[in-house]
Each structure stands twice: as structure tokens, then as C-alpha cells.
């Protein structure tokens, strides 16, 4: 049965009741879930078909946790395997997430197989894809009829020019795109993946990265079309600038201005607000990751690291 869930201020959502029951067991969906589920996410999605001006994933070091840092990167069959492993040894293990270290849609037949397979030996996980939009339209229909109900997509602007800042350049469909041209092809492909996955039933959660002097006075603006398309929730992230990056020497965000953007867009519709910006393959809870347990890589922290001091090159597809 479909009916609508309305959140703040009568967005409506089209989703089933055991989807929304699912929410319960989603850390990142839930504040109250986030204390007793634990989620893994499996590094299956090397390659990223555009490039973020806060984003280096080149290097890895396991004491710093931020999107795109992965120790390895999987086959689908080893994600099956490490999932059982995991399974076994995490209580109230819940949600399986792929969020890169590169792009899910990038890396879609990686991405199909290991749901797959992992649904063959459990159906009662639940599946969530990271994404930054771009070939939403062409593959949002599989990704419903696979069975995936949460999907977060990351939106950090409306405008192109404003993109155009954000983003250095989008490959789509074999052919690069930069400045304003590539955002507004990425910008366009955003908007339609949302409003068809929130027809059709899936969770949308919003990713948006503040970044101070760039797009950090609009943000309520994408928050409300987030919102109209029938996304769930939205997730207000702070800036966590990455070494070797273009924003590598920007500041990170205020979180007291960070925290006074949540609650204005909060007027307008749910927000999430105990994101921990995890890695690729983190694992357990939200505030106590044990991927380290589980790193078949063999890489082992160093006391003495600051945050980038054991960092070492992993091979990542462009």
C-alpha cells in the first residue's frame, strides 16, 4: 500500500509503510537508530565520473575519516564474503551502504552484483547507495526495481555558476564537461533522479557541503527544492578540506554557522545532524567505526600520524 508521509511543513513523500519502517533500523536516516544499529559500507566503486574541489581520494589513512578514504577496494564476491564476516561478528549490523570511494552510479555493474549476491545469502539487510546524481536518470529505475529504498544524493547548489565553482569537471557519457556547461548537465540529472526515486517510493537523503564564500548562502534555497522534489531528509555537512584538493587550504566550517544553517532549514523539512562523514568502508556504529578490525589490506594506524602521516597511494580509477 502507498500513502503519503508528510515531514515539516507538508512536504510529501510517496513511500510504503515497511520502507518507512525501515528508517528505524538506518543510522543515518534515524537519530534514534544510530545508537543501536551499525552499518558497513563496501568500497565496490572505485572510479567517479566528476571531480569535487573538496575531494582527494588518492590517499588513505586510517586515521582519518572523510568520504572518499577506502584501504581497499573490493571485488563484488570479496564484499559478499567481508559482509559475512562482518555479520557474523557485529550485532545489530542493519544496513549495507555503498558510497564509493568513488561514485555508486559510476560503478553500477560493481555496485548491482555485490547487492546481488549479498542479497542471497541475507534478505533482511537493508541497501543504501551514495551518489552524486549524474546518471540517476539513466539508472534510477534499476536501482527500484533492485530493491533499494535509501538513496542519498548529494546536492551542494542550484545555480551552474555556482557549480561551476564546486565542481572542476563532469565526464557524462564519455565526454568531459567543465565550468558551467558540466554543472548544469549534473545539476539537471540531480534534479530528475530525486523526483523519480521519491515517486517511486525510495528515501531520499540530501547531502549538501557547506562551503563558506561559495555556496553557504543558498543553502536554504537547496533545501527547499530537496524538499518539493520529495526527498526525506537533508544532511548539512561541514567542509572537511583534504589535503592535495583545490578547497585544501579553505577553512572548515564554523559549526556554530553550521549549526545555525540546520536550524533554519530545519523550518522547512528534517535534518540530519549526527553525520560523521565516514570513510568508504567503515564499519559498526556511527561514532565507534571498527573497519580496522576487518582491513584485509593489512594497514595498521601509527601513533604518531596527525591525520595524513601513514598515508599511502591507493589505485582509484579517474
Excluded at 543501536?36 to 573538496?54: E, G, T
Excluded at 565553482?165 to 556547461?181: D, M, Q, T
Excluded at 585544501?248 to 532549514?265: G, K, V, W
Amino acid at each position: 500500500m502507498i500513502y503519503d508521509c508528510a515531514s515539516n511543513n507538508n512536504s510529501i513523500l510517496q513511500a510504503d509503510a515497511s520502507t518507512l519502517a525501515m528508517t528505524d533500523r538506518h543510522p543515518c536516516y534515524s537519530y534514534e537508530a544510530h545508537h543501536k544499529y551499525a552499518r558497513m559500507h563496501l568500497p565496490v566503486a572505485p572510479r567517479c565520473n566528476i571531480s569535487c574541489n573538496y575531494c582527494n581520494r588518492k590517499y588513505d589513512c586510517v586515521n582519518e575519516s572523510r568520504p572518499g578514504v577506502t584501504s581497499e577496494v573490493l571485488t563484488p564476491e570479496a564484499a559478499r564474503d567481508k559482509f559475512l564476516l562482518v555479520r557474523d561478528k557485529i550485532e545489530h549490523l542493519s544496513v549495507v551502504g555503498i558510497a564509493g570511494p568513488g561514485d555508486a552510479l559510476a560503478n553500477w555493474d560493481n555496485v548491482r552484483r555485490s547487492i546481488e549476491l549479498i542479497k542471497e545469502v541475507d534478505r533482511e539487510v537493508i541497501f543504501c547507495l551514495s551518489t552524486n546524481g549524474l546518471m540517476l536518470p539513466q539508472y534510477a529505475l534499476e536501482i527500484v526495481e533492485l530493491g533499494v529504498k535509501h538513496v542519498t544524493v548529494t546536492v551542494n547548489c542550484l545555480e551552474p555558476v555556482t557549480g561551476a565553482k564546486i565542481y572542476r569537471y563532469v565526464n557524462y557519457r564519455g565526454k568531459v564537461y567543465r565550468g558551467k556547461a558540466g554543472a548544469e548537465i549534473l545539476l539537471k540529472n540531480q534534479q530528475k533522479g530525486i523526483k523519480y526515486l521519491a515517486k517511486h517510493g525510495v528515501l531520499v537523503k540530501v547531502n549538501i557541503v557547506m562551503v563558506k564564500g561559495i555556496n553557504d548562502k543558498r543553502i536554504p534555497e537547496v533545501v527547499r527544492l530537496a524538499k518539493n522534489l520529495g526527498a526525506f531528509i537533508t544532511n548539512i555537512m561541514p567542509l572537511v578540506p583534504a589535503p592535495g584538493s583545490v578547497f585544501e587550504n579553505f577553512a572548515p566550517t564554523d559549526p556554530a554557522e553550521l549549526d545555525r544553517m540546520r536550524e533554519i532549514c530545519g523550518q522547512d523539512m528534517r535534518q540530519m545532524r549526527h553525520c560523521k562523514q565516514c570513510r568508504a568502508d567503515a564499519i559498526g556504529l556511527l561514532h565507534e567505526d571498527r573497519s580496522l578490525e576487518f582491513n584485509t589490506a593489512g594497514k595498521k594506524p601509527d601513533a604518531a600520524c596527525g591525520g595524513c602521516g601513514t598515508a599511502r597511494k591507493v589505485a582509484m580509477a579517474p
